[in-house]
């Protein structure tokens, strides 16, 4: 009998990690579903509603949005389900031997993207296409990084923070908590937490309630 695999998402980013999932071999013999908490009654999804879902499962977070992505897991975690988060790491791209994932942290790493030597990744962060994240340099909890961005050695991203698409973050540099760095920006000094990072070279300003969703 095949275990269920629950894809948390009903986006374009759901559809490209199941695409991973169908290439992974950690995830032969799942039987996948998805699971979008926002989805209408109407909705074809077969499990739309929480106490629907199987009752022993294991599952990923295909949202883009950190604070949401942080919201769905702890409802998934505080419904008292038996449920495991897993990893999904494409096999076309590059990860050191010495770098830090922890085993079911619910991480998401996409195509092309380098991950180079003693870079720990926090829970359920999302790497994407074709990022760098250079040594020695911690990404938190719920963080995203976008496609193309460039994170240079010894840099810290903390937790829920949001970096945008073909964003540059220079070394030796700490990216506070809840921070969105625009896409394109060069980072070039520190951002303290709640902070929004735009531009080259990058301005930091406090995060404002419209800037709270960075997709």
């Not at 590059?94 to 990744?121: D, F, H, Q």
């Not at 973050?169 to 809840?178: D, H, M, R």
């Given at each position: 009998m095949k275990s269920s695999l629950i894809i948390v998402g009903s986006g374009r980013l759901a559809f490209q990690v199941a695409d991973l999932i169908l290439e992974s071999e950690l995830c032969k013999g799942y039987e996948a579903f998805s699971y979008c908490r926002h989805a209408p009654p109407s909705s074809p999804t077969p499990?739309?509603?929480?106490?629907?879902?199987?009752?022993h499962f294991d599952?990923?977070?295909?949202?883009?949005?950190?604070?949401q992505r942080r919201d769905e897991a702890h409802r998934i975690i505080g419904a008292g389900i038996s449920a495991t988060a897993i990893n999904i790491i494409s096999s076309n791209c590059?990860?050191?031997?010495?770098?830090?994932?922890?085993?079911?942290?619910?991480?998401?790493?996409?195509?092309?993207?380098?991950?180079?030597?003693?870079?720990?990744?926090g829970q359920f962060a999302l790497i994407g296409s074709g990022a760098i994240i250079e040594h020695?340099?911690?990404i938190g909890e719920y963080c995203t990084i976008g496609p193309g961005a460039v994170?240079?050695?010894?840099?810290?991203?903390?937790?829920?923070?949001?970096?945008?698409?073909?964003?540059?973050?220079?070394?030796?540099?700490?990216?506070?908590?809840?921070?969105?760095?625009?896409?394109?920006a060069v980072v070039t000094k520190k951002v303290e937490d709640g902070h929004l990072g735009i531009g080259n070279p990058c301005r930091v300003k406090r995060k404002e309630a419209e800037d709270c969703n960075p997709l």
């Open positions: 499990f739309q509603r929480l106490d629907s879902l199987p009752r599952y990923l977070i295909a949202v883009g949005n950190p604070s590059y990860i050191a031997e010495n770098t830090i994932i922890a085993k079911n942290s619910g991480v998401v790493i996409l195509p092309r993207a380098i991950i180079s030597t003693k870079v720990s990744i020695d340099s911690s994170i240079c050695g010894e840099v810290e991203v903390g937790n829920l923070s949001f970096v945008g698409a073909n964003s540059t973050i220079v070394q030796k540099l700490s990216i506070g908590c809840s921070c969105i760095i625009g896409a394109g």
